[in-house]
């Protein structure tokens, strides 16, 4: 793994967790310190990084200088009872072009991923997502990525990646390791209907705001299925997340964010997680840094209740429902251990078989019955005809 990147955490706040409880959950990470240097990463199972990086995030530059609020925010929270070992890495540093710090960003993340550590990115703008999506290149596999964002951002290939277009460059560029893309949030009004019509065109998935903000837990099958999931901070309401210069009047609850970031820490398939677009130059009271703690602390917590039942299970631990249809067999499956549905499509691509099992919900094994094709099953099969 290449350190030079790294920049230890600032002594500011470690003078700041010095103040409070020996209990409190920066005592229980290994930080990276001017004083101790790189922590050994041996048993290491989730490493905090920041990344201080605005320059592309549209309207709102000033994202990336606040890491420090939310350690703070962070460290003086109270662990649960988690067994993984938590690494706080600092800060990779703004290169001297965005493309740069990009290298720096996927090149350290393919090297925590490769040993099997789950990265948490913190800041600056959420173009970081391309370069966190680059690191899966040397993974050689395909990957899903989940958005929770009140737009697209999908932009043109023409405006290169930015906060704003950073999935053009995820979709367009090779070598193309994306087999789903999911947004979580998005608000119709801020999207063009060419772009909506894009996400049906390529058979993604996307959830707007007031179809899941009623019943966040349709989101859990979705956050199953993701490699990466980014979260831009503007798809929480300004009332309750004001620190982002594009954030709106709707959006999510503080305790939605919450909820969701702990369906990404059960996944057993997240294997990175990032929250950006942070704008200290905005925050009141602290309030959004310690959200972003919180949402931070439920994915940390989420992670530590994995019940590694896929995709490190066999079909063995499941219950097998078979549904006859028309056209189709449908194969359902349903986790001993935690009680979770699956259902099967069967690939003749190998490239494809990670994905041949998709997460789903009591209610499409219903719906199937009632000869009706869940909607995921039929996009999945499109993108691979």
Same mark, same amino acid.
Request: charged share 20%; hydrophobic share 35%.
């Given at each position: ?53 605005? @320059? ?8 990336? *200088?606040?890491? *420090? ?16 070992? %938590? ?9 001297? !072009? ?22 948490? %990115? ?11 999506? @680059? ?44 087999? *789903? ?6 608000? !119709? ?38 490699? %990466? ?7 929480? @309401? ?23 970031? @702990? ?82 499509? *069967? ?39």
């Amino acid at each position: 793994m290449n350190f030079d990147y790294l920049c230890p955490v600032d002594d500011a706040v470690i003078a700041h967790l010095m103040v409070h409880s020996d209990q409190a959950l920066g005592y229980h990470i290994a930080i990276h310190t001017s004083q101790n240097g790189i922590p050994d990463l041996d048993g290491i199972r989730i490493a905090i990084l920041g990344v201080k990086e605005g @320059r592309s995030a549209i309207d709102n530059q000033e994202t990336g *200088n606040g890491i *420090n609020e939310i350690r703070k925010q962070l460290y003086k929270l109270f662990p649960g009872s988690w067994i993984s070992k %938590i690494a706080d890495l600092g800060n990779i540093q703004q290169g001297n !072009t965005v493309q740069d710090t990009y290298f720096a960003v996927s090149d350290l993340l393919s090297s925590l991923l490769k040993q099997d550590i789950i990265p948490i %990115i913190i800041g600056g703008g959420q173009d970081i997502t391309y370069a966190n999506y @680059r690191a899966y290149d040397a993974m050689e596999q395909m990957v899903n990525v989940v958005s929770i964002d009140n737009k697209f951002d999908f932009g043109t290939i023409q405006d290169g990646v930015t906060s704003q277009s950073y999935l053009s460059s995820i979709v367009m560029e090779k070598p193309n390791n994306l087999f *789903n893309f999911s947004n979580i949030g998005y608000q !119709t009004f801020f999207n063009p209907q060419e772009e909506i019509d894009l996400i049906n065109d390529l058979f993604f998935d996307a959830y707007r705001l007031g179809e899941v903000a009623n019943e966040i837990e349709l989101v859990e099958p979705v956050l199953r299925d993701a490699d %990466i999931v980014s979260i831009d901070i503007s798809a929480v @309401r300004n009332s309750e997340a004001p620190a982002n210069n594009n954030a709106t009047p709707n959006g999510f609850y503080g305790e939605d964010l919450c909820k969701i970031a @702990r369906y990404a820490g059960i996944s057993d398939k997240v294997s990175s997680f990032g929250i950006y677009e942070f704008n200290p130059m905005l925050d009141n009271k602290t309030q959004t840094s310690q959200l972003i703690a919180q949402a931070i602390w439920y994915f940390i917590e989420g992670v530590n209740c994995r019940t590694n039942d896929y995709p490190f299970g066999t079909r063995e631990q499941y219950q097998k429902f078979i549904v006859p249809m028309e056209d189709e067999v449908l194969n359902f499956y349903k986790s001993h251990k935690s009680g979770r549905w699956w259902m099967e499509i *069967n690939f003749d691509n190998n490239k494809y078989q990670r994905h041949s099992l998709i997460p789903c919900t009591y209610q499409d094994y219903l719906n199937a019955n009632e000869q009706e094709i869940p909607d995921r099953w039929y996009k999945t099969l499109k993108k691979v005809i």
